[in-house]
């Protein structure tokens, strides 16, 4: 079994914790307005904010440089997304969360000097949208009746998602670490992911509190 195999099984139970938050149970029905779904991407706005940052700091590193690729990066396309569903005064909206705030913080603490950590953040991310996110764009397409705008966060039109998925794979198989370093690298995947989870589980809180209020 190669290293990404590995990554994928033993964090097979972070991922499904990740899923399964009320959040995503309210969206994946129906249950929320567009300002609810909005919520999603202005937290996110933070996080691929600060990981895209990071990206740039790595760009030239030998081992985390190779996992930065243009076509992935999000923020531009939440940016449209979000002038579509909250008007020209969209950023005035972004107020990160306190759990948005302490995965931001982890992400400033990690990925801009430590390759095994950008790349940890990097794939729960990215990896994450280009498989998980394909669910979910169905979902918030037949709910609000969009078809581009509003969901382009979702959206890849410069990569083949099964190739590059592929070709990510190789690129963690191929990475030259220790098992040490291998164990630090999942210990960081796992904790992305619980960051993660308590973001979302946060937004579940305040909006589908919200929404039925």
């Not at 009320?22 to 991407?41: E, I, P, V, W």
């Not at 939440?78 to 008007?87: C, H, K, T, V």
């Not at 302490?102 to 430590?114: C, I, N």
Request: hydrophobic share 40%; aromatic share 12%; charged share 30%.
């Amino acid at each position: 079994m190669g290293f990404a195999a590995q990554v994928r099984e033993l964090t097979r139970a972070d991922h499904r914790a990740a899923q399964n938050v009320t959040y995503f149970d309210a969206l994946l029905s129906g249950q929320l307005d567009r300002a609810g779904y909005a919520a999603l991407l202005e937290q996110l706005h933070v996080v691929y904010q600060t990981i895209e940052e990071a990206a740039e700091a790595m760009r030239e590193d030998p081992v985390a440089g190779p996992f930065v690729v243009d076509e992935l990066h999000r923020l531009p396309r939440i940016e449209d997304d979000l002038r579509f569903l909250n008007g020209p005064d969209w950023a005035t909206r972004i107020a990160p969360s306190h759990a948005t705030r302490q995965y931001q913080e982890r992400l400033r603490e990690v990925a801009f000097t430590w390759p095994a950590g950008f790349v940890a953040h990097h794939y729960t991310r990215y990896m994450g949208d280009l498989s998980g996110g394909q669910v979910m764009v169905r979902a918030v397409r037949r709910t609000f009746g969009l078809d581009t705008d509003g969901v382009r966060f979702f959206l890849f039109p410069d990569l083949d998602a099964k190739d590059f998925k592929q070709h990510y794979r190789e690129l963690l198989d191929t990475a030259p670490w220790d098992e040490v370093e291998r164990q630090r690298f999942l210990d960081e995947v796992s904790w992305a992911y619980r960051l993660n989870t308590e973001m979302i589980a946060e937004l579940g809180r305040d909006v589908v509190r919200g929404s039925a209020a």
